[in-house]
């Protein structure tokens, strides 16, 4: 017995009748069943987002830009949303309507634009009142667990554009902000220079005061050293004065009586000229004598003339100059005449006493007029004592003013030494000043080359990256088409499993007859494993078909895939033959609890590595995850190095499960009473 004659044999019981057709049919038909509608179900689902109603609530206000134009970033979120038709949304009125919509199913999820979304986004303008924007969702997962995910992504791709946006007006402001800080230290920088050249001539100014001060300090000195003297002057003209008065006092009381001494003198003159005759004997006699007292008067004249300009010089009143020159016109003026002296001339004159003796009765008619006037003197001399007096309490005065003038001469004197200090302080201070400001001036300028000053072209580009710093150059190397494409190398893989599994239900995995031959083991079980190749041969064909030609899966290589399908339904009959040949009835529990430990670790919907440590070894010892990984590589194009190693793999999986077939064909050809009456039949 051959083996393709054991493989036809079973193929025709199969076939014998219609059901038993009918019954291969369905059964070839149940991964395209599984497979293909699942993928017709799911094939572009983000494709069909405008079908579920969402509701929208936009309750900004808006805001004022920093360039005074009005910012409604809320509407026009809303307004790009509604346009791109990604979800069917409808406005709602308030958040509260949107919120009861969500929660009795109404609408799938709630996207709310609260009222401070746009003063919000324009805060950051304000370093004392910047808050970020929300973007309020509702979703609840009774409505779809998955559309929260969906949701997730839609918000951040709302959030991620307007943050950009928003992100560039603000680097823009804040770069116009670096140029206008530029041009203002520049402007800084020559004001500094300019400070810099003022406080240089304040320092010039400074040291010019400081002299000046100087002499200011000496001259306070020599008026204080003069005012010493004039206080000593006023003393003196206070002791002068007093003793005028006292005088003028004395005089007056001498003159009381000078009226009528006056008339006794005009009554006496009238004597004197009949007495001139006697005069003139005794008058030459006197000669002698006169010249005497002529030269003595002079003398004592001239000393004290010298006294009072003692006096005079050392009150500082006059120089000693000053003082020689009048001393000089005295002795001009008291110089003898050319003519003979006094006496001389009264020798000559003694003829003349005769003549005298006749001026003497003019005389004595000169002191009757005198008599006559000599009241009105003593009334002078009366108003000139009185003035003396008062001239005393002047001088009084004058001295205690001069004390003061003293005291405050002897302040002026300190607080010129005062201003002399702080003179040579402010002009140490200002050589410090212009240092500093020559210092301020280079380090501004040196600043302001640091600070950046970009133009139209550079603010517009650098607010782009400041907005969105970082880029993500996305370079698929293979890349699916569509999300059924990317679910379709595990669902294909699956479908074909569970077709395969869904065979054993009405195919024997050995035949009975061949057990009765002589036949080779390996022989009755390579012949019970054709017939579910054969089948699954057809069911990888018509999937393969389906998916490619009806739904447009359009794999990168279309006959590699096909080909690859066909080593998979090999790998595939052969281990769920082999173990249900083996095991019997509990094999079919074997291949379920099989294909739930491949449903969760082959990677085909999140990656392998995501799932726990254990089913890292189910996913490294099961075939399905390679199947997965394989069809993605020819489905979406990628390197093909890994299909040779990978098919290979498949068939050392098909030689595994032949093995086991063998070994249940060596093993049922021994019959037990269990062979004969099994404890249970599915």
């Known amino acids: 017995m051959t083996v393709l004659r054991l493989a036809r044999s079973e193929l025709k019981r199969m076939t014998g009748g219609l059901l038993p057709k009918l019954t291969i049919l369905a059964l070839t038909l149940v991964p395209l069943l599984y497979g293909a509608v699942y993928l017709y179900a799911n094939w572009d689902p983000y494709g069909n987002l405008d079908q579920i109603d969402a509701a929208l609530v936009v309750e900004d206000t808006g805001a004022a830009a920093s360039d005074g134009t009005r910012l409604e970033t809320g509407k026009t979120v809303a307004d790009s949303l509604v346009e791109a038709h990604v979800f069917n949304w409808q406005t709602v009125a308030t958040a509260e309507e949107a919120d009861q919509g969500v929660n009795s199913g109404k609408y799938s999820f709630a996207l709310k634009i609260p009222r401070d979304f ?79 050249g003022g406080v240089a001539k304040l320092r010039e100014g400074a040291f010019a005061l400081h002299q000046g001060t100087g002499d200011l300090k000496s001259g306070a000195a020599e008026l204080y050293a003069g005012q010493l003297k004039l206080r000593d002057g006023a003393t003196a003209l206070n002791t002068g004065a007093d003793q005028l008065s006292s005088g003028l006092s004395q005089l007056k009381d001498k003159t009381a009586t000078l009226p009528a001494d006056s008339r ?70 008291a110089a003898p005449p050319a003519s003979p002296g006094p006496a001389a001339a009264l020798k000559s004159a003694a003829g003349q006493i005769q ?19 000599t009241p009105a003197l ?13 001239l005393a309490a002047g001088a009084s005065g004058l001295a205690a003013g001069e004390q003061s003038a003293l005291d405050g001469a002897a302040k002026l004197s300190g607080g010129a030494q005062t201003l002399d200090d702080g003179a040579a302080q402010l002009e140490s201070g ?16 040196k600043g302001a080359g640091q600070v950046p000053n970009p133009n139209d072209s550079q603010k517009s580009s650098l607010s782009k990256v400041i907005a969105d710093p970082v880029a993500v150059s996305n370079v698929s190397q293979a890349k699916a088409a569509s999300y059924g494409a990317g679910l379709a190398p595990f669902f294909l893989t699956l479908a074909l499993w569970i077709g395969i599994f869904m065979l054993v239900q009405a195919m024997r995995p050995i035949t009975q007859r061949a057990l009765a031959s002589n036949a080779p083991s390996w022989k009755i079980a390579v012949g019970g494993w054709l017939p579910f190749l054969a089948v699954a041969v057809v069911q990888a064909s018509l999937l393969t078909l389906v998916v490619d030609v009806v739904l447009g899966l359009n794999p990168v290589h279309p006959v590699l895939m096909w080909l690859f399908m066909l080593a998979a339904a090999m790998a595939f009959t052969a281990i769920i033959q082999g173990v249900v040949a083996l095991l019997g009835t509990p094999g079919k ?25 254990p089913l890292h070894v189910v996913h490294e010892v099961l075939p399905m ?21 990978t098919a290979a793999g498949l068939l050392g999986y098909t030689v595994l499960g032949a093995a086991l077939s063998t070994l249940a064909v060596h093993k049922h050809k021994f019959w037990t009473l269990k062979t004969l009456k099994p404890e249970i039949t599915v």
């Open 378 to 390: 003593g009334s002078a001399i009366s108003q000139s004592s009185t003035g003396a007096d008062q």
């Open 589 to 613: 529990f074997v291949v379920l609890v099989l294909l739930v430990l491949q449903l969760v670790s082959s990677g085909g919907t999140f990656p392998w590595q995501t799932t726990p440590p």
């Open 118 to 196: 746009s003063a919000n986004l324009v805060s950051p303008g304000s370093f004392d009142a910047a808050n970020q924007a929300m973007l309020n969702v509702t979703t609840n997962d009774a409505n779809s667990y998955v559309l929260s995910t969906v949701v997730d992504k839609l918000t951040t791709a709302v959030h991620s554009t307007v943050a950009k946006e928003v992100g560039e007006e603000t680097a823009n402001e804040l770069l116009t902000g670096f140029g206008t800080i530029h041009t203002q230290m520049v402007k800084a920088s020559d004001g500094a220079g300019q400070l810099a």
């Open 430 to 445: 200002t050589a410090t000043a212009a240092d500093g400001a020559g210092t301020l001036a280079a380090e501004l300028a």
């Open 355 to 373: 003549q005298l003796a006749d001026g003497s009765a003019a005389v004595s008619a000169g002191a009757s007029r005198l008599a006559e006037a």
């Open 625 to 645: 995850g390679y199947v997965v990984s394989g069809m993605r590589h020819l489905i979406y194009g990628a390197d093909l190095s890994m299909i040779v190693p």
């Open 264 to 333: 006794t003198l005009a009554d006496g003159a009238a004597q004197i000229a009949a007495g001139n005759a006697a005069l003139n004997t005794k008058v030459q006699g006197l000669a002698g004598q006169l010249a005497a007292t002529e030269q003595a008067t002079a003398q004592a004249q001239r000393g004290r003339v010298l006294a009072s300009n003692d006096r005079l010089v050392a009150a500082g009143s006059i120089t000693p100059a000053q003082a020689g020159l009048i001393l000089a016109d005295f002795d001009a003026n």
